[in-house]
């Protein structure tokens, strides 16, 4: 776990605003990505650098 990463009380808040249905293409897991996006955030890294924990920087 990252410090960017999220702590699961800040996950609940979050989680409630999220869609909870998905058309079309299934879901990933929407806590990763959202921590993916506040490790680029915080350590300025380009997608690419993306780590592997948080999955493909696609």
Avoid: C, H
Avoid at 28 to 45: A, K, M, Q
């Amino acid at each position: 776990m990252a410090r960017s990463d999220m702590s699961d009380l800040e996950w609940r808040f979050i989680k409630q605003v999220l869609p909870n249905k998905s058309r079309g293409v299934k879901r990933v897991d929407d806590r990763r990505v959202i921590n993916g996006i506040f490790y680029v955030l915080r350590t300025g890294i380009p997608w690419a650098d993306l780590p592997e924990q948080y999955g493909p920087p696609t």
